[in-house]
């Protein structure tokens, strides 16, 4: 199978950017989710809590459990509120305050214009009752940017309408809550910085989805995909790869195959307009549950070592295309 190389030198580079940003290690929070973007939930934990990074942030109690040992401070972004000494739990909507368990350390999101997720800013003071009622502890209220990597003014109102909420969370009596707004799109365009956390993703991972405009930080690639070659063979003039034979060999060439297929998260793609490898080969013909087809003979060949240019030929965002692929595909930390 296919093997995901781990970048610990471009990782460790990409939260020193950030931290520049922040003005310090201690207020970024990893966001692990969803296998930590695809690069390994276990993998990247540890090189985040070796790195020194304290919080991070995902998705379920099933991930919480992985990293538990790793953090003291671990925010889950949806599972019903609990117990516990290290997670806390995010708070989408009043009915997560009616099913979460007595005790639970919780957060309040509230949508200031995203409307995915968060209670309503005018259900505020009926959230925080409800909190105070069924004896949770409230350690953070937070808010999500739909728009913080776009020009325009949608930025600026949902900080406005979350500086509100501040106001009334302290007005309320709250004490020792921390509040949180900035995912990585905020902190790389943000010129100062004085929140008490942010949640950094896609960033950590290396790319900023910013338009040129703006001014980022300097952020490398933290992963590249590796297929290994599964066998070879001579093809001659008029000789078809794959299935629908959509690869005709114009001239006699040496072709192999190679271990990574839609089976492993690789996208199918478009037979007529190829996906080009980082090392410049077209991949021949249909991809396979299991395989790919490239002309040459080497061991092994990088797939891409960039997920943002391999998305533009996708068609799709970095994002997918890095947690599309498979748990099972190993990943490997690159020796320094």
């Known amino acids: 199978m296919a093997k995901i190389i781990i970048s610990k030198d471009n990782f460790y580079h990409n939260l020193n950017q950030i931290a520049l940003k922040t003005g310090s290690i201690n207020k970024i929070a990893i966001v692990l989710k969803d296998n930590a973007y695809g690069h390994g939930l276990a993998i ?26 790793m953090f003291p401070h671990i925010l889950v972004l949806g599972d019903r509120p609990r117990r516990d000494s290290v997670v806390h739990y995010v708070l989408n909507t009043l009915a997560d305050i009616d099913r979460a368990q007595e005790g639970a350390q919780v957060e309040l999101k509230v949508d200031t214009g995203m409307h995915r997720n968060g209670i309503a800013p005018e259900e505020l003071d009926v959230a925080l009752a409800a909190i105070v009622k069924k004896k949770l502890r409230l350690t953070g209220v937070m808010t999500h940017f739909r728009a913080a990597d776009e020009m325009g003014s949608a930025l600026f109102w949902q ?46 991972y290396g790319y900023s989805e910013l338009p040129v405009p703006f001014d980022t ?28 034979g959509n690869f005709e060999a114009s001239t006699a060439m040496t072709v192999s195959t190679y271990d ?13 307009a190829p996906f080009v490898t980082a090392e410049g080969l077209p991949i021949l013909g249909r991809v396979s549950m299991d395989f790919i087809s490239l002309e040459g003979d080497k ?29 099972d595909v190993k990943r490997i930390v690159e020796a320094c």
């Open 217 to 244: 930080a300097d952020l490398k690639p933290v992963m590249r995909l590796v297929a290994s070659r599964v066998s070879t063979r001579r093809l001659q003039a008029g000789e078809r790869i794959g299935y629908g």
């Open 299 to 327: 061991d092994e060949v990088c797939i891409f070592d960039d997920a943002k240019k391999a998305a533009a030929q996708l068609g799709t965002i970095s994002y997918e295309v890095m947690t599309a692929l498979s748990q």
């Open 159 to 204: 900080q406005k309408r979350f500086e509100t909420v501040k106001e009334k969370v302290c007005a309320a009596g709250f004490e020792e809550v921390r509040f949180h707004s900035h995912n990585s799109a905020a902190i790389l365009r943000s010129k100062g910085f004085d929140e008490d956390m942010v949640r950094v993703g896609i960033a950590a």
């Open 44 to 69: 990247m934990g540890q090189l985040a809590s070796d790195f020194g990074i304290t919080r991070a942030v995902v998705r379920n109690d099933s991930e919480a459990e992985v990293i538990r040992e």
């Open 260 to 272: 990574l297929g839609y089976g492993d998260g690789w996208c199918r793609g478009n037979t007529f």
